[in-house]
């Protein structure tokens, strides 16, 4: 664990931990960016600074997807026969927008995520590691605390929490109304529901949101006892929005995971939930496309996915021998050198 979170314990002072030598960061923003210009080349039209403001429904059954232009404040209309909405935080609007059926009853609760950062190299070059620790008792499964050391741009920095905090917004440059624009007829019910049944979730962010930066060095000195409360700064991540859905026994039940909502003829998809887009997200597509194309996931698609994907289709939990060569094979991908745990594995 190294000596930034040993240094300053007693001698006496239990502590468990398990240890994998495998990981590594994944910047899902470059990974973004990266995707976009090779798309780019390949002739493919990106457009930034554009705002769905609408989707509507065509006579001939395709949508019509109303677009802003933030730089000219220009309308203009495009007609597809499939829409995909991964906006984060904003899908559930446009979702509501689209007007499927399989939209009612969807609502959504707002979390903000906050992290004590450190960047004083001192101190940031005693940490390799990622440390988990638990979830404190009634709090949500996100809120797992965790000591990381960060490569972001080639900086180096610690970051340890999340901390959750209480918004009304949705995306973390939303605005305050996000949450209120929202509330339909249909969720009404199921979002009562949830602030009712979820008292402990509401305890747990009110104390949250009253820790003073001194409470949040006191936890951070669980993991690191000689932190220093100067070399330390609060800063907002993002917002996670989860799913408030309708619920025929509870009147509405609040989920944790991702979720596919989509249109019963497969012509309209969206991502709701905490975490739609980073490490969950190909598996998460992975099932949209078998909601939504399952022809051509059965047939044209199979090889083309086989070929980026190469445990597609095996269960890994019962191959180790192909764990192995995955993890090789990921890792020289990544040009990360291989571990003595994966070459024990594909042994
Ligand atoms: C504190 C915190 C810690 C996290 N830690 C992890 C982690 O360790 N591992 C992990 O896998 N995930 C983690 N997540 C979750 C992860 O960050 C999200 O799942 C991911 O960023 C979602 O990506 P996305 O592209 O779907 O949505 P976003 O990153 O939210 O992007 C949505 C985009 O859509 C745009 N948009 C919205 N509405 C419209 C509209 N009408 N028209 C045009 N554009 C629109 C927005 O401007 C934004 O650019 C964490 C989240 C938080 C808040």
Redesign the pocket.
Known sequence: MGTLMMAGRGAGDKLAATYCNLGTDVN?GEL?RAMMRYLVAQGCDVQFE????DLRRLPDKRWCVV?KDLTTGQRRKISARFVFI??????L??LQKSGIPESKGFGGFPV????LVCDNPEVVRQHHAKVYGKAPLGAPP?SVPHLDKRVIGGKEALLF??FAGFTTKF???GSYSDLFKTIRGSNVRPMLKVGFHNLGLERYLIQQVKLSLNDRITQLRRFYPEAKKEDWRLEV????VQVIRKDPIKGGTLQFG?QIVKAADGSLSA?LG????????VSVMLELLAQCFPDLMRSQWQSKLQALIPSYGHRLAADPALVGEIRAWTSASLQLSATTEQQRVAG
């Open positions: 899902f973004s554009h705002e769905i403001v677009v991964g906006a984060g935080g904003g899908a609007h446009l903000s995520g906050q992290w996100m929490g999340p995306l973390k440059k991540a993002g917002n996670r991702t991502l905490a975490s739609p887009g980073a490490s969950t997200s």
